[in-house]
């Protein structure tokens, strides 16, 4: 990252310290830094490991003279893996030290290039990232409506995070610069960095005015489905472009809109509205490119239409279906007094169907609607409908029916080892694996595995994927190392051809001990024997 290509540095004993700095990876727990007089970095002058990502060559140190040196780091992570040697990059040495140049320019946030920035009561904030090693930086800000003429100066401290000055503005064109500063080694002198310089506009607008429909009004529904709503608006400026959004949301931009118009004309007729709130605004641009959009979206609220709305028949609410029905094609009922001309059903396991993934959403069903195979578990479904004259009279609320889970297999048995059975070292040392065995069970296509050590907390040891065999292998045997208790379970489960586990059994366990020998404990003789033996 610093010094860049061919960047002067200082190495007078007067001059400032270097700050070497690079981006390692996240992998990386230690470095090594290589600076060398040649290109391939042989003979290095500075070979030195370093924990973290920067080097500092202080301005007491003497190992580099007048000239050019490259450097290069290569990173360790944590398995001792030694990165390759990167290309080297070059910079110059100065015993001068006026030659170096140790602060870049600041990275300029806001206000950017370009900007326009619409006034108000707060002032306005610049903000810029900081810069390794700088004590303070020098803010200026320029008026330039014909010449460059200086209105705000200021220095501020910092070191990390998002640094800023704010400042009160008055309409017109700017120039702002900010530029690191940093003390040397060299009787308290400072060095300034380069200069990051944007340009930006600032005035004063006249905000768009939202009308109609009034801000916190109430319109009954019968009012809105029969006569229809305007929206209305008025602006002083001139607009190069406009837009007119209405949305559900409190954030007109989020979510689905119910409408979006380009460069609308006021007033405009709104679509008809269901009951519910609204959010609407006018989002604007003058033609010198400043926002006057209004500070906040307008919101109005639509009654209910009282209709006699749909009736869920069947399944009723609450009734329990047996697993086995769900093999045969379900079905539900729904009827209405209204002739919807657009209806919509649909079946979800959350608690309000209209939301999340629906298992099923069929648009204008009949009223008889067969369903498919059902796995066991609570469901919710709905029906939603409109009159030709978009009234809504969908179900009160979702009907929910259950389907009773399928009884579980039988329990796995003859599981080897068995339960309370004692493995010797001997055999371990033969097979070098353990082989664990079971039983089929009827109506079981596959089995699940577990291994785990026994004791005050559950060690799991291996947890198998699904398997057809009625047999596990165990070959890791230092898991066994130090012995013990350790305990087996199986579960047999039927998947059906679509994938779904249709049945699941009684998981069944066994529970083994591994007795390894202990080491005897030595034996210490009294004073007077020396190796072992009696001292005559």
């Known amino acids: 990252m610093l010094p860049g290509e061919n960047n002067i540095i200082s190495v007078a004993p007067a001059g400032p310290d270097t700050y ?3 981006q390692g990876d996240a992998e990386a727990v230690s470095f090594r830094f290589i600076v060398s007089r040649n290109a391939d970095l042989s003979s290095p002058v500075i070979n030195t490991p370093v924990v973290n990502n920067y080097y500092t060559y202080a301005a007491k140190d003497t190992l580099l003279q007048t000239g050019s040196y490259y450097w290069a780091v290569t990173q360790t992570d944590a398995e001792g893996m030694v990165s390759p040697l990167p290309k080297a990059r070059m910079f110059q040495a100065s015993f001068f030290a006026e030659d170096a140049k140790p602060f870049p320019a600041p990275a300029i946030l806001t206000p950017a290039e370009g900007s326009r920035i619409v006034l108000t009561e707060t002032p306005v904030e610049f903000r810029w990232r900081p810069v390794s090693g700088a004590d303070r930086y020098h803010f200026r800000l320029y008026r330039t409506n014909g010449e460059n003429v200086l209105v705000h100066e200021t220095d501020t401290a910092g070191t990390s995070g ?3 000055v704010s400042v009160h503005v008055t309409p017109g064109n700017y120039t702002w610069t900010i530029q690191a500063i940093g003390k040397t080694r060299n ?9 990051a310089e944007q340009r930006f506009a600032a005035r004063n607008v006249a905000w768009v005015n939202l009308v109609s429909p009034a801000r916190g009004s109430t319109i009954t529904g019968i009012d809105a489905a029969r006569s229809g709503l305007s929206a209305s608006w008025t602006t002083t400026e001139p607009l190069r472009t406009s837009r007119f959004i209405l949305s559900r949301n409190p954030d007109p931009l989020q979510g689905t809109l119910v409408m979006d118009v380009r460069n ?5 007729m709104l679509p008809r509205l269901n009951e519910g709130t609204y959010y609407w605004t006018v989002l604007a641009e003058t033609t010198d490119n400043y926002t006057v959009s209004p500070r906040s979206p307008a919101r109005f609220h639509v009654t209910a239409v009282t209709l ?10 609450g009734a329990q279906i047996p697993s086995a029905e769900t093999r045969r094609a379900g079905l539900v009922q729904w009827t209405s007094a209204e002739t919807p001309a657009r209806s919509r059903f649909v079946l979800s396991r959350t608690p309000n169907p209209l939301t999340g993934t629906p298992i099923l959403d069929i648009q204008n069903p009949p009223r008889m609607i067969n369903l498919p195979a059902l796995e066991p578990g609570d469901y919710y479904w709905t029906v939603t409908g409109t009159t030709p004259e978009g009234y809504h009279i969908g179900a009160r609320s979702p009907s929910m029916f259950r389907i009773l889970p399928a009884p579980p297999l ?21 097979n070098r694996r353990v082989v664990f065995t079971w039983d089929a069970v009827e109506g079981a296509n596959e089995y699940v595995f577990t291994l785990w050590k026994d004791g005050i907390t559950r060690e799991t040891l291996v947890e198998s994927r699904p398997m057809n065999s009625t047999s596990f292998v165990f070959d890791d045997l230092n898991r066994f190392a130090e012995g013990g208790a350790f305990v087996w379970q199986v579960t047999a489960r039927y998947r059906d051809e679509n994938g779904r586990v249709e049945r699941s059994g009684l998981s069944s366990e066994s529970r083994f001990t591994i007795d390894l ?6 034996r210490a003789y009294p004073p007077g024997i020396l190796y072992g033996r009696p001292n005559n």
């Open 20 to 22: 070497f700095s690079w």
């Open 162 to 164: 998002q640094l800023s």
């Open 187 to 195: 009787e308290g002198l400072e060095w300034a960095g380069n200069t």
């Open 264 to 268: 609308p004309v006021s007033p405009l």
């Open 308 to 317: 006699e709305p749909v009736v869920l028949v069947s399944p009723i609410n």
């Open 410 to 430: 039988p329990a796995v048995r003859c599981l080897v080892p068995a339960n309370g059975a004692e493995i010797q070292p001997e055999p371990l040392r033969e």
């Open 517 to 522: 020998p202990r080491p005897s404990r030595g």
